[in-house]
């Protein structure tokens, strides 16, 4: 695939790839063609996985498009030496969860384009990128307003004002013993 250069992905929000789940992402794989050059398809893949710090991967969203050709060689697609273009769009789920890393797990959405040639010597031409989902949460909603499981109120010894009370609620969904453990850990 040396006939192609400047092969990327562009988004509609280039300067910040930031969307919320739900929300209609819109794109385009755009590169330049030196020669003529046979191609049997162009794809885009978008995914979303969640990996902890064993290696176990957990598959959160899985779409892909065919852009150009159909990916078997009769169906071969000729591209003149000129800028192409190829536009998608795809919804992110309501539920997908937002983007996060730390030593434990990572969350993340990636957009991969694939461009195949029909030349079986020569190798296929992936591009990477990333992006950064938010997912918005209603504090509002009745799940989150039940009342605090574990309280607890413990005196802090500081030196510019001695004896001020901490108040501190915790509220874990996996029962009243995480939320004791958690209150054991800061006393």
Not at 15 to 30: F, K, N, W
Not at 48 to 62: A, H, L
Not at 173 to 182: E, I, N, W, Y
Request: charged share 20%; net charge neutral; aromatic share 10%.
């Amino acid at each position: 695939m040396a006939n192609v250069r400047h092969y990327r992905i562009i988004l509609s929000r280039a300067h910040s790839p930031v969307y919320q789940s739900g929300e209609a992402v819109r794109g385009l794989v755009s590169f330049d063609v030196e020669d003529a050059q046979g191609i049997q398809a162009l794809r885009v893949i978008v995914r979303g996985t969640c990996t902890n710090r064993w290696g176990e991967t957990e598959e959160i969203f899985n779409w892909s498009a065919g852009l150009l050709g159909s990916g078997s060689a009769p169906h071969a697609a000729l591209l003149r030496p000129e800028h192409h273009s190829h536009p998608f769009v795809f919804t992110l789920p309501v539920k997908c969860p937002s983007t996060y890393t730390n030593e434990n797990v990572r969350i993340t959405y990636s957009i991969k384009a694939e461009l195949y040639p029909t030349d079986g010597w020569q190798e296929r031409k992936d591009f990477w990128l990333s992006l950064t989902v938010v997912s918005p949460i209603d504090i509002n909603l009745s799940k989150y307003l039940a009342p605090v499981a574990v309280s607890d109120r413990t005196t802090s010894d500081c030196c510019a004002q001695p004896y001020k009370y901490t108040s501190l609620d915790i509220r874990c969904d996996r029962g009243v013993g995480s939320a004791a453990f958690l209150l054991s850990l800061l006393r």
